[in-house]
């Protein structure tokens, strides 16, 4: 009963084995393997975008903040939601790679920006000119850290306003094929086409061993990001490990029937515990991640049969009357089985 985060869920067969099978005799360093030019072109026909340039890290966060450091100045800012991941998990490594650009924090239900509150933020920016920080861009999550998704015409709102105000727009994906898994959406749709210009293409949260996609739709960004990708310390010279890897995921569309999976499951999980007396959902399950409340004893049954899961907030205890509803964070992996899930509810129910 392992819901902590789809991080700590083993890697798929078919990745290892793509490993093992890039594990043979000498190959060029730093990308320059073939089989970084059979990503590049699979990126580019899964993104509907021949143009687009295609590197590869080994972190999100790497992903993240160096497609932030192509899109600002150091005296702008990034627009995000106060509970974007750039802002509370990246340990201010998008301010570190940005040179000091700060983040301005949006507010909006289930950490979903609010429209009308970015208008709002941009109107009002840099109103005493070289005095102020300057817009520099907005960073959508999707799927975002409540485990909500923003559809494709959200998207496409949000770019829109961005695009009037002058500034691009990033996406931090890393569980982008649960949002695309909940919508229906195309790749192209969810991105570029909506009006995104880099995305950071997640692989390690939905199974992979190592390795995160940057795909920049404006090719003109290209060379600075590989040149950002190297002085931060993110190339990899024995990059065909990466490559394997992320042309293992794209293979019979893994990263899409592993996202699949993991939302029935979380999909499977939210209804059982919603479904309890006393429970409650804190935040709509509309990708792999539930946010429920239910009463503190069932709490301390999950955790003395060995449930592995989060209190979310944090500073919430198990001490106190066991009928008090108490809230967690669980979240289900392609790993994830219905077996599982259905062990956990009988549990706590």
């Known amino acids: 009963m392992q819901f902590a985060s789809d991080n700590i869920a083993p890697v798929p067969r078919q990745v290892l084995d ?26 580019r026909a899964v993104f509907e975008a021949p143009d687009a340039a295609v590197y590869l890290v080994a972190t999100g966060t790497a992903a993240n903040s160096l497609s932030l450091a192509c899109l600002v100045q150091p005296w702008q800012t990034v627009y995000c939601h106060r509970h974007a991941h750039i802002e509370e998990d990246e340990c201010a490594a998008p301010e570190f790679y940005m040179g ?10 289930h950490a979903k920006i609010d429209p009308a509150g970015l208008e709002q933020s941009l109107r009002s920016a840099a109103g005493a000119g070289v005095h102020n920080v300057q817009k520099g861009a907005l960073s959508l999550t999707n799927a975002t850290e409540n485990g909500t998704v923003y559809t494709v015409a959200e998207v496409e709102r949000l770019c829109a306003i961005a695009r009037a105000a002058g500034i691009p727009v990033h996406m931090d994906g890393a569980r982008f094929a ?24 997640g692989g390690t949260k939905n ?22 990708r190297k002085r931060g310390g993110h190339l990899f010279s024995k990059h065909r490990y990466l490559s394997a890897q992320m042309l293992a995921y794209l293979d019979d569309d893994l990263w899409l029937r592993s996202a699949r999976h993991a939302n029935a499951m979380a999909t499977r999980l939210s209804q059982g515990i919603a479904a309890l007396p006393g429970a409650s ?21 999950a955790q003395e049969a060995g449930a ?19 809230a967690a964070r669980l979240v289900c992996s392609w790993a994830t089985t219905e077996e599982e899930v259905d062990r956990f509810l009988s549990i706590i129910r």
């Open 18 to 43: 793509a490993i093992e099978r890039a594990n043979h005799g000498a190959m060029a360093s730093y990308g320059g393997e073939p089989l970084m030019r059979e990503v590049e072109a699979r990126m």
């Open 207 to 228: 199974g992979l061993l190592g390795v995160e996609a940057v795909v920049i739709f404006d090719p003109a960004k290209a060379w600075e990001f590989e040149l950002r």
């Open 178 to 201: 649960n949002a695309l898994a909940a919508t229906n959406a195309s790749p192209a749709e969810m991105t570029w086409k909506a009006g995104v210009d880099i995305l950071s293409f």
């Open 281 to 301: 959902l804190v935040h709509p399950t509309e990708a792999n991640a539930v946010f429920a409340a239910w009463p503190r004893e069932g709490h301390r049954r």
């Open 100 to 109: 000091g650009a700060k983040l301005t924090l949006l507010d909006g239900d």
């Open 308 to 326: 592995y899961y989060y209190l979310w907030p944090g500073h919430q205890s198990l001490d106190g009357p066991g009928e008090d509803p108490v």
